[in-house]
């Protein structure tokens, strides 16, 4: 009886966490599309576009793949992820970008940088197509997932 009761309070556990789970996928999916969706019309919209030179700050290797070709045995594709400061009109500002050729800090790279609305500068943003799949897949995911969990909730709590 008391196994009973331990049980049933996991599995409740267990179906309240799938639920938060759930509403958290679709509010980052939700969170991710607008955030994508904003950037992308404030780049459009902008009046000034510039190439300026930034420095990097850090990198760190974010992506190593290993593919097999038939006309190389082994073919390494890795990306970089760096951290870059640049300078506009004397005032200072950072962002990240991501390189699929090592580049070391202290290096300086040519950066494309827009203003902002509120006036200051950031990098061009770079709409990842995996990025959005994976906003709009969380969505109807998370959705699933919290159905299902309070599905469950309901089922446990019946059957007392």
Same mark, same amino acid.
């Given at each position: 009886?008391?196994?009973?009761?331990?049980?049933?309070?996991? @599995?409740?556990?267990?179906?309240?966490?799938?639920?938060?789970?759930g509403i958290a996928m679709c509010g980052i999916g939700i969170y991710g599309m607008i955030l994508n969706?904003?950037?992308?019309?404030? #780049?459009? @919209?902008?009046?000034?576009?510039?190439? &300026?030179?930034?420095? &990097?700050?850090?990198?760190?290797?974010?992506? @190593?793949?290993?593919?097999?070709?038939? @006309?190389?045995?082994?073919?390494?594709?890795?990306? #970089?992820?760096?951290?870059l400061a640049f300078e506009v009109d004397g005032k200072s500002y950072e962002g990240e970008e991501t390189y699929n050729q090592k580049v070391y800090v202290g290096d300086k790279v040519k950066v494309e940088v827009y203003r902002t609305s509120k006036g200051s500068y950031k990098l061009r943003p770079y709409n990842n197509l &995996?990025?959005? &799949?994976?906003?709009?897949?969380?969505?109807?995911l998370g959705f699933i997932i919290a159905i299902a969990s309070v599905y469950s909730i309901r089922l446990i709590v019946k059957k007392e």
């Open positions: 009886m008391k196994q009973d009761k331990k049980e049933k309070r996991n @599995n409740i556990l267990y179906s309240v966490l799938g639920l938060v789970l969706r904003i950037e992308s019309q404030e #780049y459009k @919209n902008a009046t000034d576009k510039r190439e &300026v030179i930034a420095v &990097v700050e850090s990198c760190r290797e974010i992506d @190593n793949s290993d593919d097999k070709d038939k @006309n190389k045995k082994n073919s390494r594709s890795v990306k #970089y992820r760096t951290k &995996v990025n959005f &799949v994976f906003y709009c897949v969380a969505i109807p």
